[in-house]
Each structure stands twice: as structure tokens, then as C-alpha cells.
């Protein structure tokens, strides 16, 4: 057993994010167009603020959407613009504040703090011991993971039309992920749909994400976990995000009842994430943990971006819902971990006129095939970002070659901004 073991660890150090990010790209051509020239326009991680590029230059990014819906309904099977979108949001979502997992969890107290503070870090203390206790989660140095997923775009909405997909089983895309992280802020994970891949990852001071469709670009604000590590991966991480939340009631999910825990983001972190005419409004996340077992059975997020408009001058709001169910929870080395599990993303737009709206529906359904816990020859090494991304001095805002290629670029390439409605 120890021979196979030492096996699979060598076979994984092999498998490293250093050793396998050269070969990524070329593992993974980025989908063409029809005409075999061209890809089609870039959704990247949220809506255009302007014109969106190529194929749809002439309408914004939810009117690209509607207009690819409308000439191939979701019945009509494997589609790159479909796979953009399903990876730009689902792929690599990351959570609303910075974390850092070495900080010690709050004590409980009741002493001048509000009730509903205490009732949460009850919560979290029941959270940590059910999953595998505060000194074993410590002990973990990192952690290795691999899964398998299936996303569809299931439904789309206008204020006059509704389109689902019948037909889900089969238009289902299957892929797979592999996800290693280094405590709450060094991570790094490959997913894949098909022939499309995206790479992202985060060295403590800086998160990134690579696209085929449009290269590497660093997250706006301050470096944050990666949302999927919170969906029944890593329970330490997931306690730190939670640590300043608070109780709000109870619910019931699945038909266990579960208490509510709310955390929302400070102003001054969403100025932070803010840029140019995306302006973040909102983003809060709820915890849902069950009474009956101490885990985290449901986690939910909302998202709100305002986008100024400097032609019109009226406003567009994207609003993101994420909500992810957690189940067949099995310990891995006395650490209690989601082995199963399904979200779905509603991404909802509105204002310009006030019966203009439109809300998209994707699903995703997951599995963690395996997990290990400190992998021996995982490294800061393994987290370092992509070579094309540029900073200024550690710990400063990454200026993107991308960005300074704008200044010179085609007007309907200038107008291709993008408010990351999933960051």
C-alpha cells in the first residue's frame, strides 16, 4: 500500500501546475468558427460594457447571446460560443473577500459582540469539529484534487420569449478539473469542456485567469480563494471566509434544516474590484450549514454590477446568482469532504428600457474522483503566475499586455471591456 502510494505521489509531482502549464495550450487548440477562420466574439468572464467583438460587434453581450440562442436553439448541441460561456462563468468563479487560512478562527464570545456574531461562531465551531476538527484541518499543508463535471446552458429569457433546453441529458458538455492549492491563497486549477480550457490561479497576491479566446488577465482588486475550493473541499477556508459573518435564520435544504449564515463584502473592497464603467454594487454570500451534521449543505452568492453607459448615458445591471448544493459527504484522511454536488448560475440583466431584460440559466453538475492532502513536492513554485503577465512591484494591480495593446487598437476592439460579473 505505502509502494502505491509513493507510486501515485511521484505520477502527480509529474502532473504539476510548473510542469503542465507549458503543455496546456497545445493540449487544447481554442475552438473556431463555422468558416474554419475566425473564433467567434469572447464572452471572457461577464458582459461587454460596449460592443462585444467579431461576430457580434454590431450588439452588446447579452444581445450576442440572444441572437446565437435564437439562430440555434440550446437543442442544437456542442457550439464553441456555448462552451465560452459555460467556462467564462462556472469555470473559475472566486469568492467575494481575501482570505487567509493562517489567521486564527475567533473565539467565542459573548462579551460586546451582537448575538447574531455568536450564534455564528458557534456554527463555525461545530462546522470545524464535524469536519475533521480545527487541529487536523491545520495540519494540512496542501491539498490535490480531481473531478469531473457536466455544464449546459439550460435556459434564456426575454421580457417576451422563453427558451429552455428539452433536451438536457444529451446537450450536457462533459469535462473534467484539477485543482491544487497551498492554504486559502495559493491555488491553481485546470477545466476542461471539450476543446476548450481555461487556466486560472492565485500566488497570494495575485489571481489570474488564461482563456484561448483571450490570453492571460489578472482579477481586479485584492487575490482571492477560488469559489470551488469552498464547495466541500477545503472546510478550514471555507470557516475563515465565514469568521466575520453573521447568523440570519434558519431554512431548510433538501429537507434538513440548516442555520443561515450571511457575509457580505465592504465597501472599500468592492471600490477595489471596481473599473472604468463597471462599478461592483453587491456581493454576498450565504452559508447554509445543516443542524443535523455540522457540514455546509448549500452555498449561495449574489452578485450586482452596475455598467455606465457613455453613449446613452442610462445604466445596465448584471446581476450573478451562484448556487451550489453539496452532497455525499465521505472523510478523506479524517477530513470530511463533498464528493458530489450541482450548482446553478443565473445571470440576469436589466435597466436601459424598462421592459428590456434578459436572464440566462446554466447548470453544473460535479464529482471529486480523487482528493489528497499534503502531496509531497507541491510548491510556491507551482503557483507562480503566466509569464505574459506584467506587474509593476509585488503586490500592485497587474497592468496586462492586453490593456496596453488597447491604446492602438480598432474602435470596436477599444469598446470590448468587460465587468467580471463572476470576480
Known amino acids: 500500500m505505502e509502494r502505491r502510494k509513493h507510486g501515485f505521489f511521484s505520477a502527480l509531482q509529474g502532473l504539476s501546475p510548473g510542469r503542465s502549464r507549458s503543455k496546456s495550450l497545445a493540449m487544447y487548440p481554442p475552438p473556431v468558427g463555422r468558416s474554419g477562420g475566425k473564433v467567434l466574439a469572447p464572452l471572457v468572464e461577464g458582459p461587454c460594457t460596449g460592443d462585444a467583438v467579431g461576430e457580434g460587434r454590431k450588439a452588446g453581450w447579452g444581445e450576442w447571446v440572444r441572437a446565437q440562442l435564437a439562430k440555434a436553439p440550446l437543442a442544437g448541441g456542442h457550439r464553441s460560443w456555448d462552451l465560452r460561456l459555460l467556462l467564462g462563468v462556472m469555470g473559475a468563479p472566486l469568492a467575494p473577500v481575501h482570505v487567509c487560512a493562517a489567521e486564527p478562527l475567533p473565539h467565542l464570545s459573548i462579551k460586546d459582540t451582537p448575538i ?134 434558519e431554512k431548510k ?75 455525499d459527504y465521505r472523510p478523506v484522511e479524517g477530513v470530511m469532504v463533498s464528493h458530489s454536488g450541482r450548482t446553478v448560475v443565473t445571470l440576469f440583466r436589466f435597466g436601459e428600457m424598462a421592459m428590456s431584460h434578459t436572464k440566462t440559466r446554466m447548470e453544473e453538475a460535479w464529482t471529486i474522483e ?14 507562480i503566475p503566466p509569464g505574459d503577465l506584467k506587474c509593476s512591484s509585488v503586490g500592485e494591480t497587474c497592468e496586462l499586455p492586453l490593456r496596453e495593446k488597447e491604446k492602438t487598437a480598432t474602435p470596436s476592439f477599444n469598446q470590448a471591456k468587460v465587468a467580471h460579473v463572476t470576480e
Open 116 to 249: 447574531e456574531c455568536c450564534l455564528a461562531q458557534y456554527i463555525l465551531q461545530q462546522y470545524t469539529a464535524a469536519s475533521g476538527g480545527v487541529k487536523l484541518l491545520r495540519s494540512i499543508r496542501n491539498s490535490y484534487a480531481m473531478g469531473k463535471i457536466r455544464m449546459l446552458a439550460s435556459e434564456f429569457e426575454t421580457a417576451t420569449k422563453v427558451i429552455r433546453n428539452r433536451n438536457a441529458s444529451r446537450d450536457s458538455q462533459p469535462g473534467g478539473f484539477v485543482l491544487w492549492q497551498m492554504a486559502a491563497e495559493m491555488w491553481y486549477v485546470e477545466l476542461a469542456i471539450g476543446t476548450c480550457k481555461i487556466l486560472a490561479g492565485c500566488n497570494g497576491k495575485i489571481a489570474w485567469r488564461h482563456t484561448p479566446w483571450l490570453g492571460a488577465h489578472a482579477a481586479i482588486g485584492p487575490a482571492r480563494p477560488l469559489r470551488r475550493v469552498l464547495q466541500g473541499l477545503d472546510p478550514l477556508t471555507t470557516a475563515s471566509m465565514f469568521s466575520n459573518a453573521q447568523c440570519i435564520g
Open 370 to 383: 480523487e482528493v489528497s492532502f499534503n502531496v509531497p513536492g507541491l510548491s510556491m513554485d507551482c503557483f
Open 253 to 327: 435544504i433538501n429537507g434538513e434544516d440548516c442555520f443561515i449564515l450571511k457575509l457580505g463584502t465592504d465597501s472599500q473592497t468592492l471600490k477595489a474590484r471596481s473599473e472604468g464603467p463597471a462599478e461592483i454594487i453587491r456581493h454576498v454570500m450565504f452559508g447554509y450549514f445543516s443542524q443535523k451534521t455540522g457540514l455546509l449543505s448549500h452555498l449561495e452568492d449574489s452578485h450586482l454590477t452596475r455598467i455606465q453607459s457613455n453613449s446613452s448615458g442610462e445604466a445596465v445591471y448584471w446581476e450573478t446568482t451562484i448556487s451550489s448544493f453539496l452532497d
